[in-house]
């Protein structure tokens, strides 16, 4: 594997107002109290993403249960794959999709997908989303993974209630539960109470690992494989990376790195935007799983009542987003970094024919190959940022597969808890989410939600002077 | 129709920090002189955007060629149409088929989409994207819109040109011409030359109308009614809101109340990261489609050289997102509006079953509905921000159809040239994009970037003490 990063757009005095040699060298001193801090959160067993490429057991979980799945065949075989998820249990089996599997997958018949499955996600509560689904799928060849780690999330469950039914009227209670595979808590919560009640197969999120950092357990595991993902090759490439981000030395710690030059870049510098911008169709969902890891993570408190800290993650998209956010990149205030995501090898390439040589804006372009022209326009556009001064720093992986998409997302996951130790802030945690929450009980009439009601009631009305 | 915008929550002393009554009473000056400079620009003809709702000679551009290719049948029936296009080009139509089509549109059979075409979108140029579209496509049945305004866009110019010669290769040099139709700038341009050459169709984008704004000329347009779409309720949607923004008196004009709320709050208040959240699966692409207006509209130069100003538009979903960015939202800097999309009636709604009464987790779901619950989320999150001091407002639209579509993205287009004068720039022109495409150009080898290739050779190489 390769997944390597350069920096030199990131730094004075080429970068006009970039990180300077000195805060380099100051913040390898920095680092390594956050990596102390991190090495200690690790032992205290509070980042138990960090032991997934390691647990064979949890991965034996769920290629024995894939295993059971392709052994169904005929009346009883498996055509699609719904998941029933929000937030992390969404986007990690997303980005797998997109990244790892033929392009626009559901579109595909049967032979296009090599005989697998297609894999819905559900990521929402609007109706005409889920009717629209229900109005499509034969409920005799699908299968859905209800992935809640605590097993109480209102989105989730309001959807498995409804799907519950749907498939009890329509394959029988016993068809039912053969139907749903629950991924959550190996001991608390709701879902793990129904699976031991009544005999549905659940799978283990560990108790140390949170929602955005669970697409290494069976939340994102179960539907790639599925899918036909490989992964073990998902986790032996997040193992790799994990040993190239183990050392205190800043140097030699490559998500440290990365953590480090968007930190100083913000806190040094005023850049807190910062922009993940791969220039590969694969990747595209990619840049949406960061965003809730970095958002989530990092955008928080340090002390209650304080005006609250954290950058505002971006995605983008090369070349298509050159076309939608990369003049405000360019001419817009200095307030981002952007990090691309090049894939050196892009696999077979198009050779753009030499027609029209008549006429110059396109002629020369013939007798080019179109992922060279998506390179090119990545070097065009991280040459033209430097040129103006704007910082950017560039991920280069071999080839979008297994193996590097696993090491990229371990590569995201460590920086991010390299930056919350760099920041001060705890980057397992999302408080700020609670209250929201309380209020949607309230309202709905959860009945432990009365103190959450009179907050509620306290709320300013809608003022007929402020509306248009 | 109704469109709505309640900003109570964006109003001091109920939000601390938030708008005081003072500055929205001085603003209303300032936005007469904006307004003053929005009606002298379209005087003098720069914002053609504003009269498409009264081109009916454009529009019959469009029904008249798709009532053409709805004569095509049998062997020559269109199933699947491609939009090769970038940018706005094909922001507009992604947003137009998933709010106004089925959910998964290129998922349902020909019979789940009433007869009309798939709508493909090659908005970029990986080719693992062309390659796997193509061969899944029956070149017998598609149609291929290029869309570009100058017709020298290079992404798009590189997808025809493969294209074509795959056309050409499979049903023959006629055929290929009969399966392109052509959408760019009535005059200039190597796409209206080869129109004009050659006898393919070609349908106009005004001079005046950049890609960003296009969307309600044959850009958006064209692909909306080949998949069906009411295009007149569309653009009579538009037309009624663009009276509603006409008045120069700010508590008359709704677009001009967001384009001064969101300036107000960044430039008195600091809050430059303008969230737009629509609680609605079909809205989920309007934020990418706001993204690039906003962004490319107003992230540039007041003066040559100077920092640069534009706030960083960011897009969210509701209520999936509060399981992603809300966090940030809540806790991070004070430095976000929130701009909430409700829709009031959201068509047939799905009962939550009764399920699990044991479980008081789940129980209190029973009975509601899920139309009910992704409402009183939206709710409970924007009370939830008003509470913790961030400001937020919410657009209402009374249900998600073509001619409240319309109708908002005019209102979003009229508060962007609003925006752009209160932030004094032109929201037009996009100066910054040029420099990459320069140095793209260069390093292509096309004839007349001589200049760019000695600026390019002049940037700073990889530096090996800088990597990772």
Same mark, same amino acid.
């Given at each position: 594997? !390769?997944?390597?990063?350069?920096?030199? =757009?990131?730094?004075?005095?080429?970068?006009?107002? $970039?990180? %300077?040699?000195?805060?380099?060298?100051?913040?390898?001193?920095?680092?390594?109290?956050?990596?102390?801090?991190?090495?200690?959160? /690790? +032992?205290?067993?509070?980042?138990?993403?960090?032991?997934?490429? *390691?647990?064979?057991?949890?991965?034996?979980?769920?290629?024995?249960?894939?295993?059971?799945?392709?052994?169904?065949? $005929?009346? &009883?075989?498996?055509?699609?794959?719904?998941?029933?998820?929000?937030?992390?249990?969404?986007?990690?089996?997303?980005?797998?999709?997109?990244?790892?599997? !033929?392009?626009?997958?559901?579109?595909?018949?049967?032979?296009?997908?090599?005989?697998?499955?297609?894999?819905?996600?559900?990521? =929402?509560?609007?109706?005409?989303?889920?009717?629209?689904?229900?109005?499509?799928?034969?409920?005799?060849?699908?299968?859905?993974?209800?992935?809640?780690?605590?097993?109480?999330?209102?989105?989730?469950?309001?959807?498995?209630?409804?799907?519950?039914?749907?498939?009890?009227?329509?394959?029988?209670?016993?068809? !039912?539960?053969?139907?749903?595979?629950?991924? %959550?808590?190996?001991?608390?919560?709701?879902?793990?109470?129904?699976?031991?009640?009544?005999?549905?197969?659940?799978?283990?999120?560990?108790?140390?690992? #949170?929602?955005?950092?669970?697409?290494?357990?069976?939340?994102?595991?179960?539907?790639?494989?599925?899918?036909?993902?490989?992964?073990?090759?998902?986790?032996?490439?997040?193992?790799?990376?994990?040993?190239? +981000?183990?050392?205190?030395?800043?140097?030699?710690?490559?998500?440290?790195?990365?953590?480090?030059?968007?930190?100083?870049?913000?806190?040094?510098?005023?850049?807190?935007?910062?922009?993940?911008?791969?220039?590969?169709?694969?990747?595209? @969902?990619?840049? &949406?799983?960061?965003?809730?890891?970095?958002?989530? +993570?990092?955008?928080?408190?340090?002390?209650? #009542?304080?005006?609250?800290? $954290?950058? %505002?993650?971006?995605?983008?998209?090369?070349?298509? @987003?050159? /076309?939608?956010?990369?003049?405000?990149?360019?001419?817009?205030?200095?307030?981002?970094?952007?990090?691309?995501?090049?894939?050196?090898?892009?696999?077979?390439?198009?050779?753009?024919?030499?027609?029209?040589?008549?006429?110059?804006?396109?002629?020369?372009?013939?007798?080019?190959?179109?992922?060279?022209?998506? *390179?090119?326009?990545?070097?065009?556009?991280?040459?033209?940022?430097?040129?103006?001064?704007?910082? =950017?720093? %560039?991920? +280069?992986?071999?080839?979008?597969?297994?193996?590097?998409? $696993?090491?990229?997302?371990?590569?995201?996951?460590?920086?991010?808890?390299?930056? #919350?130790?760099?920041?001060?802030?705890?980057?397992?945690?999302?408080?700020?989410?609670?209250?929201?929450? =309380?209020?949607?009980?309230?309202?709905?009439?959860?009945?432990?939600?009365?103190?959450?009601?009179?907050?509620?009631?306290?709320?300013?009305?809608?003022?007929?002077?402020?509306?248009?």
């Amino acid at each position: 594997m !390769a997944i390597r990063i350069d920096f030199t =757009n990131m730094m004075a005095p080429g970068i006009p107002g $970039g990180i %300077t040699e000195a805060e380099w060298a100051s913040a390898a001193e920095k680092f390594a109290d956050a990596h102390m801090h991190v090495v200690a959160e /690790h +032992s205290a067993g509070t980042l138990g993403f960090l032991d997934l490429p *390691d647990d064979q057991a949890l991965h034996g979980q769920v290629t024995g249960f894939v295993k059971e799945v392709r052994a169904r065949t $005929g009346a &009883d075989r498996v055509t699609d794959v719904v998941v029933l998820g929000i937030g992390g249990s969404a986007l990690g089996p997303i980005a797998l999709r997109t990244s790892l599997r !033929a392009p626009k997958w559901n579109e595909l018949d049967d032979a296009g997908r090599g005989g697998w499955p297609k894999l819905h996600v559900l990521d =929402n509560v609007d109706p005409v989303t889920i009717e629209a689904l229900l109005a499509r799928l034969d409920p005799q060849h699908a299968l859905f993974v209800v992935i809640s780690k605590s097993g109480g999330t209102a989105e989730t469950m309001a959807q498995y209630m409804i799907i519950r039914q749907w498939l009890e009227h329509s394959v029988g209670p016993e068809g !039912a539960k053969r139907r749903l595979v629950l991924v %959550t808590d190996p001991q608390k919560g709701a879902l793990r109470k129904i699976a031991k009640a009544e005999g549905i197969t659940a799978l283990d999120i560990p108790a140390n690992v #949170g929602g955005r950092f669970s697409v290494l357990t069976p939340v994102g595991l179960l539907p790639a494989a599925l899918m036909g993902v490989d992964t073990s090759a998902l986790l032996d490439g997040a193992a790799e990376v994990r040993t190239r +981000s183990a050392s205190k030395e800043l140097a030699k710690n490559i998500a440290g790195a990365y953590a480090v030059l968007q930190w100083l870049s913000d806190t040094a510098h005023g850049r807190h935007i910062h922009v993940l911008m791969p220039y590969s169709d694969p990747l595209r @969902d990619m840049a &949406d799983w960061f965003v809730q890891l970095w958002a989530e +993570s990092l955008g928080k408190h340090r002390v209650p #009542g304080d005006d609250g800290v $954290g950058p %505002t993650p971006f995605g983008a998209l090369g070349a298509t @987003d050159q /076309h939608s956010k990369v003049q405000l990149f360019m001419e817009g205030p200095m307030d981002k970094t952007i990090s691309f995501i090049a894939v050196e090898e892009g696999g077979k390439d198009i050779e753009i024919p030499r027609l029209h040589a008549d006429i110059p804006e396109l002629a020369y372009l013939g007798g080019h190959h179109l992922g060279e022209l998506l *390179d090119v326009e990545r070097r065009a556009t991280a040459g033209a940022l430097a040129r103006r001064g704007r910082p =950017n720093l %560039t991920i +280069s992986i071999d080839r979008v597969d297994a193996h590097h998409v $696993g090491g990229l997302m371990m590569l995201l996951e460590m920086a991010t808890v390299y930056a #919350g130790a760099l920041y001060g802030v705890d980057p397992m945690n999302q408080p700020g989410v609670e209250l929201g929450k =309380n209020f949607t009980y309230a309202i709905m009439g959860r009945p432990d939600a009365e103190q959450a009601r009179q907050e509620w009631n306290l709320l300013p009305k809608p003022d007929p002077r402020y509306s248009a």
